[in-house]
């Protein structure tokens, strides 16, 4: 017995000891940084009351003024936190090939469907890549915007039916699941018409019941390589199943009909026909389709709630738009074209504004894959360094935008973009690793927007929860309770 004290006894004191070597990191490297807790990092309160944005705030509000980055650990992972602009763009751009990966979990020999674009680096990334960027071309945008529109008149007459309160996320997910699934899949998902319908529980089950807790995905995300070791997965199972057996029988519908559509399943099906080593299994087909679905309809359908619910806070602005959306409409005989929602620059502004006060994710990560002399200092990163650029934190820095908290469109007027730095506005980040689909996710969200504010009015009720609280169960920027709103019928003049 006194044995076995003396060995965990022991462990315990090296473990002990290790940690506060590895803590002690940027300390030894002269980097400032807030004294990390043992175990839990930075991270104290992540996952209780803590979001991400959070702590992402705390440690930027503390270093900004006289730092340009800080040291960070993510519980036992070490981190660079950057806050100088200049320094995110030489990362991001200028120097991109010594921070090419992400640095995210993938597990494909037990979940497939992880070896999709967003999650891959090197060689596999930059195949991709280099292939899939066709798919969101103007010409494709041009090709599938008939598909948004008839969307758009779909969400209307769903509208009709569901005046008073409603709870605009869901509204905006359904919107979003058909729109993604017409213009991806060629497939009618009818979440509008049957808020039940699969594609769109199949979307809800990712995004609201995740396989693990938001705790265990951050040692996924932080420790990619233990966590693809000990045979984690991300997706449940049925999620997989439903996805790989859909784009399936897509392909098997399309080749035995030869049916040939310019969407993203068109490309990737020619991708995986190509008679060498590059052509992609189907496995790694359903996991790029997997990761459009995602992105497309969650993401997207969450910028659209957050900004109609800063339109039902800011009537003013609420009709200052929707009056440049009647206007448009009149002058193309009350047809939405690509041309014509180009002629809403209003439009335009107050999406930014919405992805400025709530990008979707609260930073971004890149990983540093050799060694690299930081400019203007004697700090060197080493190969495998995670580096957090702290988007949300910076989208509210007093400094580069006044009053942050407020809902101001006015932001965007093209004097005032201009007068900004470039990096200080990330919300699809920046460089060969930004957001493939930007295009897409903004011409949905507007597509939505002008049908919607042309027929219907938003106003805050009771239930609408003032300031929004983000949810801290998941690594995106999401609301707590949802987002709550009244939604009433135009009467037409």
Sequence with gaps: MLTLFVLVF?????LYVKLRWHYGYWRRRGVAGEKPVMFRGNMSGFGKDLHWTDINKRIYDKFRGE??????FTFVTKALFVMDLELIRKIMISDFGSFADRGLFH???DDPLTGNLLFLDG???R???QNLTQVFSSGKMKYMFPNMVDVGEKLTEACQLQVGEIEAKDLCARFTTDVIGSCAFGLECNSLQDPESEFRQMGRSVTSKPLHSVLVQAFMFTQPDLARMLRFKLFRPEISEFFLNTVRQTLDYRRKENINRNDLIQILMELGEKENKDALSFEQIAAQALVFFLAGFDTSSTTMSFCLYELALNPDIQERLR???VDVLGRHNQRLTYESIQEMPYLDQVVDETLRKYPILPHLLRRSTKYYQIPDSNLTLEPGTKIMIPVHSIH???ELYPEPEKFDPSRFDPEMVKARHPFAYLPFGEGPRNCIGERFGKLQVKVGLAYILRDFKFSKTEKTQI????SSRTFLITTQEGIHLRMDRIDSP
Excluded: I, M, Q
Excluded at 10 to 14: I, M, S, Y
Excluded at 67 to 72: F, K
Excluded at 467 to 470: D, E, I, R, S, V
């Design 323 to 325: 009056v440049e959306v």
């Design 396 to 398: 509210h820095d007093p």
């Design 107 to 109: 597990n494909v020999r």
């Design 10 to 14: 022991t462990a315990g004191l090296l």
């Design 123 to 125: 060689p596999e990334w």
């Design 67 to 72: 730092e340009r980055y800080c040291g960070y």
């Design 127 to 129: 195949w991709l890549r």
């Design 467 to 470: 300031p929004l609280k983000f």
